[in-house]
């Protein structure tokens, strides 16, 4: 059986495909080639690629003692809320330039690979949800789902709103469209975040939006 790669060996097979300067090649065949990437390609380049870190960065709330869900919301936090129960919490995002955009976290200390299988279960059913409810606003072409996970270790995925009938956002690069985009004014984010934590409410009880 072939043993498993390590990182050294990745990131040597990466470094060997880089040029004099340490970039690697435009794959004008693959994302810089579609039809929905935002940028121009003339002068466009990668970075020089890195040296292998020594170790991986610690998360914010790495340890759970330190980790934001063991603090008392402020008012502001609350006023995020666009659903919850005893288990898990809806909030909405309010720095992002899309329709809505929302972050799904559960009540207790936990990441994805360490989700105990009843809340692994009810997360299902809640994406599911919140998914739907999110493609019915008129604003949504679709909903796009995240999980990313270098930033906290307290599991957050995340569900945007694709603005309907924008072609050119479709796709993986929604995120990159969505930071040149006009603010979104508050009224319609709140409206738009209300009717999904009212979609949850009559499905699943708890609290519905906080405004």
Do not use: Y
Not at 44 to 52: F, G, H, T, V, Y
Not at 88 to 106: N, Y
Request: charged share 25%; glycine share 8%.
């Amino acid at each position: 059986m072939t043993s498993l790669e390590s990182a050294e060996e990745f990131h040597a097979r990466v470094a060997a495909a880089t040029d004099d300067e340490g970039r690697l090649p435009v794959a004008i065949e693959a994302m810089p080639g579609w039809d929905i990437f935002p940028f121009e390609l003339d002068g466009l380049r990668i970075k020089p690629l890195e040296p292998l870190a020594d170790s991986e960065p610690p998360r914010e709330g790495e340890n759970p003692a330190d980790c934001g869900c063991r603090m008392p919301l402020t008012d502001e936090q609350a006023l995020r809320i666009a659903w919850s129960n005893e288990r898990w919490v809806l909030k909405l995002l309010l720095d992002m330039r899309l329709p809505v955009a929302l972050m799904l976290t559960p009540r207790d200390h936990f990441d994805l690979a360490d989700l105990p299988d009843d809340l692994a279960s009810e997360m299902g059913r809640l994406m599911v949800a919140i998914t739907a409810a999110v493609e019915e606003l008129p604003s949504v072409g679709r909903c796009h789902g995240a999980r990313i996970g270098d930033g906290g270790a307290h599991l957050h995925p995340f569900f945007f709103g694709r603005p309907a009938r924008m072609l050119q956002l479709r796709g993986s690069t929604l995120l990159d469209w969505e930071e040149n985009l006009p603010p979104v004014p508050e009224e319609v984010r709140r409206a738009n975040g209300a009717h999904v934590g009212s979609r949850l409410l009559a499905r699943f009880g708890g609290n519905g939006p906080a405004w």
